[in-house]
T-cell receptor, first 110, second 115 residues
Framework: DAKTTQPPSMDCAEGRAANLPCNHSTISGNEYVYWYRQIHSQGPQYIIHGLKNNETNEMASLIITEDRKSSTLILPHATLRDTAVYYCIVRVGDNNDMRFGAGTRLTVKP | DAGVIQSPRHEVTEMGQEVTLRCKPISGHNSLFWYRQTMMRGLELLIYFNNNVPIDDSGMPEDRFSAKMPNASFSTLKIQPSEPRDSAVYFC?????????????FGNGTRLTVT
């Protein structure tokens, strides 16, 4: 699986958009980009995933660059409850093992 | 759907004792994963199963650790004998292999403390 690089921490003002970057420069053509988050003491929670096209769901948007070497997770209107560690992971789609890095600790401030 | 169910939520035991952690995956899911999380090492994949068969156990730290999945609705992670360095939060996750890009669904974890 390709490795990912994320900033260790970020701050965001409540109500503003949170943009979390992820670099995956060695991603393969059949590897998807997944995003999870982990709120303190809970299990990781799936947010969104994509292959090439941008994706949007009720939680977030995922923007993947055309060369697929990086992506951005967007929380359009961050709330205090979005404070968590966010993990960007790449893996082959057919359910191979999923390995987590250190993630980005997002702190949403009032 | 009840989600992935893990038990117990908390376990405190003494060094040398056997510890068994339990997981019930989401009904219909045929892949199951065991993870361990510590401050020092983050979230580590220990082992995963497809259709009850262990596929990759390279993350299991030592022979003291063993995992089984006797049927599609139950898995155990056993540590025997336990050591203080095994103290961590252990997560179980499941997904539907074969379904296009099915994400993992995690339980709430078991917090293990070995004294």
């Amino acid at each position: 699986d390709a490795k990912t690089t994320q900033p260790p921490s970020m701050d965001c003002a409540e109500g503003r958009a949170a943009n979390l970057p992820c670099n995956h420069s060695t991603i393969s053509g059949n590897e998807y980009v997944y995003w999870y988050r982990q709120i303190h003491s809970q299990g990781p929670q799936y947010i969104i995933h994509g292959l090439k096209n941008n994706e949007t769901n009720e939680m977030a948007s995922l923007i993947i660059t055309e060369d697929r070497k990086s992506s951005t997770l967007i929380l359009p209107h961050a709330t205090l409850r979005d404070t968590a560690v966010y993990y960007c992971i790449v893996r082959v789609g057919d359910n191979n093992d999923m390995r987590f890095g250190a993630g980005t600790r997002l702190t949403v401030k009032p | 759907d009840a989600g992935v169910i893990q038990s117990p939520r908390h376990e405190v035991t003494e060094m040398g004792q056997e510890v068994t952690l339990r997981c019930k995956p989401i009904s219909g899911h045929n892949s199951l994963f065991w993870y361990r999380q510590t401050m020092m090492r983050g979230l580590e994949l220990l082992i995963y199963f497809n259709n009850n068969v262990p596929i990759d156990d390279s993350g299991m730290p030592e022979d003291r650790f063993s995992a089984k999945m006797p049927n599609a609705s139950f898995s155990t992670l056993k540590i025997q004998p336990s050591e203080p360095r095994d103290s961590a939060v252990y997560f179980c996750a499941s997904s539907r292999r074969g379904s296009h890009n099915s994400p993992l669904h995690f339980g709430n974890g078991t917090r293990l403390t070995v004294t």
